[in-house]
C-alpha cells in the first residue's frame, strides 16, 4: 500500500493529503479548478512553514513531503491508487456523482472511501459495482493534527478492505475507531447535541453564553464552550449537522430556531461577559443529560463499544474524560437523573436500556482496555489504550492476565503475541497511580502492583508457547520491560526502547535491568539505564535484543515464522557486541561509573562523548542511579528469579523519596531538582 488519491483541496482535503504525505505515502490531490488545487497546496505549505518555525519539521523534512505530494486536475492520475478518498462538500448528489465515476475509472484493486459526515456510507457504496471495496474514512478537523479517525464500514464491506484501511490508519498516524454506518456516527452523535443543547438553552432563556460556555468547561473540562466552537468551525457546519441529525432520527437532534437565526444573520456568537454562577450547576445538568444520554443510545444501538465511544471524545474533541468515564466520576444515580429529566423534556428521546441495567446493578461502568483476538491459531493480544499510549495499570495488568491465561490454555494456540494500538507499544506504567499512591502514604500498593507485574512477565516468559512483542512504535519503561519478558521481538522502523526512569527519580522495576544485563552485559545495559539514551530498532537488532525487523505490512508473516518455530535461539545467549557500542559499555565500568559519582568525566573514551554523557547524568536523580547500580551488580550471578527479589527488596525505599515524587510529578511538565532526599 503506497498511493492514495485525496479528491477535494478544501480544508479538509488538503489536510488529509498533508498528513498521509508527512507519514511517507504518495498522495495525488485532485479538484475540479486549478485554482482549488493551487490553495489546497499553498494551504499545505503555510503550515508545513509553520511547522518549520516550531521546530516539528526541518527544511529537509518538508521538502521530502512535498515532493511525496502531487497536485492536479486529472483524474488518470488516482486511477492505480490503492485508496481513493473523497473529502467534498457534503451534497449528496455530488458525491454519488464523483463515486460512479471513479467507480468506472479506478483500478479493480482500488478501495473507494468517503469523509462524509452527514450521510449514510451505504448510500454511496450502493452506487458502484465495488461495495466490498468501500467504506467510511471519517476524519477530524484538522486532520493533519487530529488523530482520530472514525471507520464505517457497511454491510458489504469486506474483512479484507476492513485491515488494510485500518493498516492505512496506523501508518499514517491515526487512532482508528470502528463505527456501524449511524446517523452521526459515533462522535458527531453526542457532540451535534452538545452544541444543539446551548443554542437551546439561550434560546429557553436558561442562561446567558458566557455561563453556558463556563458550564460546558467545567462539565467536560475543555478549553472552548460550545458557542466559541461554533464560531471557529462555523456556525453552518453546526445547523447542517443538527438538521441532517433531526430529518434522520428525530426532532430530539433538529436544530434550534435561535441556531438557524444566527446562521442566516452570517453573525458569530456574542461570547463576552460575565457568567452567573448561580445558574452552572442547572445548565450543566443539562449537558450531562443530553451527552450522556446520547452516547449511552449509541451503546444501545452498538454504533460504537463504550470504550471507542469514550476515545472518539477524548481525541477525537479532546475532552479530559469520555462520556462512559463522566458517567462514573458524577455517579451513575447523577448521570439516569439528568438522563430522565432529558426523556421528560424531550418526548422522542427514551431512556436508553444500557442506563437501565447499570442503575440497577448499582455499579460503575467497566472498561475494556486488552483485547484478545486469535488468527490463524495465533493468539494476538492488544493493549487497547492509544488515548493513554496503553500506559500499564491495575486494569491493564489483570485484563492482560485474564487474556494471556486464555491463549496459553487454548490447545489451538501455538503462540501468542502482543501488540499495543495507536503510535505505542507501552509507554510506561501510568503515573498517576505512583503518585496518587505515594501522596497517600500507600507505597506498599505500588509494591504489590510491581509483584503482580512480575509474576505476569514471568508467565510470559516461561510459556511453553512462543511469545512474542510486535514493537511497532515507541515503548518507554515498563513497556520495554515487557517487551523484554518475551521470549521474541518483532520491531518495524517505528519501533524503539527507551528506559527513563532515572530521569524522573525511580529505577526501572520490572525486570528490565536484569533481562536488559543479561542479554548485552551489565555495562551497556547500565548506559542505556542511567542514561536513558533511546534503543532504536536497527541497535536492538544490532545487539541481538529484537529477533526480526520487518513491515508493518509483513509483522504477521514474520509472527508465523516464530509460530512455526523457524526462528531458533536462546534469549539468554552469549553474544558478541558490536565495536560501536563498546565506546558506551567502557563509560560505565566501575571505575568510570565512581568518576562520574564524583561529577568527573568517564576517561578512556571519545571526550566529546564522555562530556555529554556527564552532562546528561547531571540530570538525573543521584539516589536513584545509585539504586539502579547496586541492583545491576548484584543481579551480574543470580538467576531471573533471583534477580527479581533482589529489584523488588529496595522498591519501597526508592519510592518513598522526595525526589520519587519531585521526578513522577515532573515528568512531562518541568525538568525535576532533585535534591538527593
Known amino acids: 500500500m503506497n498511493k492514495i488519491g485525496v479528491i477535494g483541496a478544501g480544508n479538509m482535503g488538503s489536510g488529509i493529503a498533508q498528513k498521509l504525505a508527512q507519514e511517507g505515502f504518495n498522495v495525488v490531490m485532485i479538484d475540479t479548478d486549478q485554482k482549488f488545487v493551487q490553495n489546497g497546496l499553498n494551504r499545505i505549505k503555510t503550515l508545513l512553514e509553520q511547522g518549520v518555525k516550531r521546530k516539528i519539521f526541518t527544511d529537509k523534512k518538508v521538502d521530502k513531503i512535498l515532493s511525496s505530494l502531487v497536485g492536479s486536475t486529472d483524474f488518470n492520475l488516482i486511477k492505480d491508487a490503492d485508496i481513493v478518498i473523497e473529502a467534498i462538500f457534503e451534497d449528496k448528489k455530488v458525491k454519488e456523482d464523483l463515486f460512479i ?8 484493486k482500488t478501495i473507494l472511501a468517503t469523509n462524509t459526515s452527514s450521510f449514510y456510507v451505504k448510500d454511496f457504496s450502493e452506487k458502484t459495482s465495488r461495495p466490498d471495496k468501500f467504506i467510511g474514512m471519517h476524519y477530524f478537523f484538522h486532520p493533519a493534527k487530529n488523530s482520530l479517525l472514525e471507520i464505517i464500514p457497511t454491510e458489504k464491506t469486506s474483512k479484507d478492505t476492513i485491515n488494510k484501511v485500518m493498516l492505512a490508519s496506523k501508518l499514517h498516524g491515526k487512532t482508528a475507531i470502528i463505527v456501524k454506518d449511524a446517523p452521526g456516527f459515533a462522535v458527531n452523535r453526542f457532540f451535534v447535541p452538545f452544541l444543539n443543547e446551548a443554542a437551546r438553552m439561550l434560546q429557553e432563556k436558561i442562561a446567558d453564553i458566557p455561563t453556558i460556555e463556563e458550564a460546558a468547561k467545567r462539565a467536560f473540562k475543555i478549553g472552548m464552550g460550545p458557542f466559541l466552537l461554533m464560531n471557529v468551525t462555523g456556525i453552518p ?9 433531526g430529518k434522520e432520527i428525530g426532532d430530539f437532534y433538529a436544530p434550534a430556531k435561535i441556531l438557524k ?4 444573520s452570517k453573525q458569530d456568537w456574542n461570547i463576552e461577559g460575565a457568567f452567573d454562577e448561580t445558574k452552572i450547576e442547572k445548565v450543566q445538568d443539562r449537558f450531562y443529560g443530553v451527552c450522556l444520554g446520547v452516547a449511552a443510545a ?27 468515564e463522566i458517567m462514573n466520576k458524577i455517579g451513575i444515580d447523577k448521570t439516569y437523573k439528568a438522563v430522565k429529566a432529558i426523556c421528560e423534556k424531550y418526548p422522542d428521546f427514551n431512556m436508553p436500556t444500557i442506563l437501565e441495567k447499570q442503575k440497577q446493578l448499582a455499579k460503575p461502568f467497566n472498561f475494556k482496555t486488552v483485547d484478545l483476538k486469535i488468527k490463524e491459531n495465533i493468539a494476538y493480544i492488544t493493549i487497547n489504550r492509544p488515548e493513554a499510549m496503553n500506559a500499564l495499570n491495575e486494569d491493564v495488568f489483570k485484563q492482560l492476565l485474564e487474556n494471556f491465561n486464555k491463549a496459553e490454555q487454548n490447545q489451538n494456540v501455538k503462540a501468542i503475541a502482543f501488540d499495543g494500538a495507536g503510535k505505542a507499544f507501552i509507554a510506561g506504567a501510568d503515573i498517576r497511580f505512583f503518585i496518587k499512591k505515594i501522596k497517600a502514604n500507600k507505597i506498599r ?8 507485574g512480575h509474576n505476569l512477565l514471568l508467565q510470559i516468559e516461561n510459556c511453553k508457547k512462543p511469545t512474542i512483542t510486535i514493537l511497532d512504535g515507541l515503548s518507554m519503561g515498563g513497556g520495554s520491560e515487557f517487551a523484554l519478558a518475551t521470549q521474541f521481538i518483532i520491531a518495524t522502523d517505528a519501533g524503539s526502547m527507551a528506559f527513563p526512569e532515572t530521569g524522573i527519580g525511580i529505577y526501572p522495576g520490572l525486570g528490565g535491568m536484569l533481562r536488559l544485563a543479561k542479554q ?22 544490532d545487539l541481538g535484543i529484537i529477533t526480526e525487523i520487518t513491515s508493518p505490512q509483513n509483522i504477521e508473516n514474520s509472527v508465523k515464522k516464530i509460530a512455526d518455530k523457524q526462528h531458533k535461539q536462546e534469549k539468554y545467549r552469549k553474544r558478541n557486541i558490536p565495536k560501536k557500542y ?18 568527573k568525566p568517564p576517561q578512556n573514551i571519545d571526550k566529546k562523548i564522555a562530556e555529554k554523557i556527564l552532562k546528561i547524568l547531571g540530570y538525573k536523580a543521584p539516589l536513584a542511579l545509585k539504586e539502579a547500580n547496586d541492583i545491576i551488580n548484584a543481579q551480574t550471578e543470580q538467576s531471573v528469579e533471583q534477580g527479581i527479589k533482589t529489584e523488588l527488596a529496595q522498591l519501597e525505599k526508592i519510592f518513598a523519596t522526595k525526589d520519587a515524587l519531585e521526578g513522577l510529578s515532573s515528568a512531562g511538565k518541568k525538568r525535576p531538582e532533585f535534591t538527593g532526599a
Open 101 to 108: 465515476k471513479l467507480d468506472a475509472l479506478c483500478d479493480k
Open 237 to 245: 457546519i453546526a445547523y447542517h449537522a443538527a438538521s441532517t441529525l
Open 261 to 264: 437565526d444566527q446562521m442566516e
Open 298 to 324: 449509541l451503546a444501545d444501538e452498538q454504533v460504537a463499544s463504550l470504550e471507542d465511544t469514550d476515545r472518539g471524545a477524548k481525541i477525537g474533541l479532546r475532552w479530559i474524560l469520555g462520556p462512559f
Open 445 to 452: 500498593d505500588i509494591y504489590e502492583f510491581t509483584q503482580k
Open 520 to 541: 548485552i552485559g551489565p555495562d551497556l545495559a547500565k548506559y542505556y539505564i542511567f542514561a536513558g539514551a533511546p534503543i532504536s530498532a536497527k541497535d536492538a537488532f
Open 582 to 599: 563498546k565506546q558506551f559499555a567502557a563509560a560505565f565500568s566501575d571505575q568510570n561509573i565512581k568518576l562520574m559519582s564524583d561529577k
